[in-house]
């Protein structure tokens, strides 16, 4: 009759001081297995090769160690009900863990007919064959990781050909709910998020950088339409003919007033001693000829020397926007002001494959807030709350960033030209663009100096 041992793994999680249960399958001479339970327990209820425990009170702790027994328990029966059931030539060398991880995650064994066409098998040819920048890309495929934790989710992969509108609002849900999946642990010193009883096995065993954040609006449609894409690639490579996007509709991403500096905010920064912290001086010249050339910022840190030409008319910075390069590659060009020289020269064959040193998106927006509180720039401005969709009053240096530059630039040449295809030549928008309609805002000057225009 089949035997099954318990031990206690010799690693310990530095976080919970709890060690792994591990299994040992006899069944005769001939069949001796080992497999891991996916339990951990911490090792003063595990004595003589048994959990034990005595405590009378049921604290926290003591509760998750009945927990912890009673899914052992559950599992050793599983064990013993599949193996007696077997001959002994019926066996594989992987049997015991095969069994245990069936019984514990089901729908990842869940097998698929060889002429469904599922949404997760083109998508490598996709990413390999659709001309997107790489920024794009990377998108893609953070999007698609979270296409993946749904379907984990759910249990079942997502079929090409028998999806409804109804699959595409339950995929729009998970993204608008993934962040409540999680807890706050609480440690001595620190407090992390933890994935839920529910999800943590989803969680283990999906691709992801951090826990999720409550996703605003925008960020669904970005996401949904990341899909729609996907899918009509399907359809137009012959993949699927089903189309679900036709009873569903994605939307459209809604912006606020758009807010930028003024030049006179952007020249105080410029002129305000900050050579006390010379990192903050950097990102504060990085934003500044930012805001003279208007690119985005990854565009910005792949400019060398070589992007900078000079003829008659002056020094100009000639560059292929990344985000559009593949789809309309198109150079953009843009005089140099003797502010935006000035800034050049300082740096000016310090950086081999640069303009400006490099720093991480994330730091270069806490130094440029931190500039502009130093320059006194605290100008209070409206901005719509991502996610609630209110309206918030802040100073605009605490909601500045390196996009706030172009922004700065469009809106400031927008006022003086008046012509969106003019100014999106520069910026790097194609003509009509949607998208030019976020950085540019038709104010008061401009309404009283067109109705000027009347008399």
């Known amino acids: 009759m089949a035997k099954i041992y318990l031990s206690l793994s010799t690693r310990v999680q530095k976080d919970t001081g709890k060690s792994e249960v591990l299994l040992r399958y006899r069944n005769t001479r001939e069949i001796g297995q080992r497999a891991h339970s996916h339990v951990y327990l911490l090792p003063k209820y595990f004595v003589d090769g048994e959990i034990v425990i005595k405590a009378r009170i049921v604290t926290p702790e003591v509760k998750e160690a009945k927990e912890a027994k009673l899914a052992v328990d559950k599992i050793v029966a599983h064990l013993h009900e599949v193996g007696n059931k077997m001959v002994l030539s019926d066996f594989g060398p992987d049997w015991a863990q095969e069994t245990v991880d069936r019984f514990l995650f089901p729908d990842k064994f869940v097998e698929v007919k060889k002429d469904e066409h599922l949404f997760q098998d083109r998508i490598e040819d996709f990413l390999k064959f659709k001309k997107v920048s790489a920024q794009r890309h990377k998108s893609y495929r953070t999007i698609f990781s979270i296409v993946k934790r749904f379907e984990l989710y759910t249990g079942s992969p997502i079929n090409l050909d028998t999806a409804t509108a109804d699959t595409l609002v339950s995929l729009e849900k998970f993204f608008k709910e993934e962040h409540t999946f999680f807890e706050e642990k609480k440690y001595k010193y620190r407090t992390v998020l933890r994935p839920k009883a529910k999800y943590k096995y989803v969680w283990d065993n999906s691709e992801h950088e951090r826990v999720p954040l409550e996703r605003s609006d925008n960020a669904i449609v970005t996401y949904m339409s990341a899909v729609r894409a996907y899918w009509r690639w399907c359809m137009d490579m012959g993949y699927t003919t089903n189309d679900p996007f036709r009873k569903y509709v994605v939307g459209s991403q809604k912006y606020g007033t758009p807010y930028y500096m003024t030049t006179a905010e952007r020249d105080l920064l410029y002129k305000t001693d900050l050579r006390s912290n010379r990192e903050l001086a950097t990102a504060r010249d990085i934003f500044i000829f930012q805001c003279y050339i208007g690119c985005r910022i990854s565009d910005l ?153 009347l008399d």
Do not use: W
Not at 314 to 323: C, D, E, L, N, T
Not at 356 to 369: C, E, M, Q, V, Y
Not at 428 to 443: L, M, T
């Open 301 to 453: 840190f792949a400019l060398t020397e070589d992007n900078i030409v000079k003829d008659k008319n002056g020094i100009a910075v000639h560059y292929i926007p990344s985000k559009t390069k593949e789809e309309r590659p198109r150079v953009v060009k843009v005089y140099l002001a003797p502010t935006a020289i000035e800034i050049l020269n300082r740096y000016k064959g310090k950086y081999k494959n640069s303009l400006f040193p490099f720093i991480s998106t994330g730091k270069l927006n806490d130094l440029i807030r931190e500039a502009m509180k130093q320059a006194g720039i605290d100008r209070v401005v409206t901005i719509v709350n991502p996610v609630t969709k209110q309206p918030e009053q802040h100073p605009i240096c605490d909601v500045a960033s390196s996009h706030m530059a172009r922004r700065t630039f469009i809106g400031n040449l927008y006022k003086k030209v008046k012509d969106p295809n003019l100014v999106g030549k520069l910026s790097g928008h194609c003509e009509g663009s949607k998208a030019f309609a976020r950085y540019r805002d038709i104010d008061d000057d401009m309404i009283k100096e067109m109705t000027n225009l």
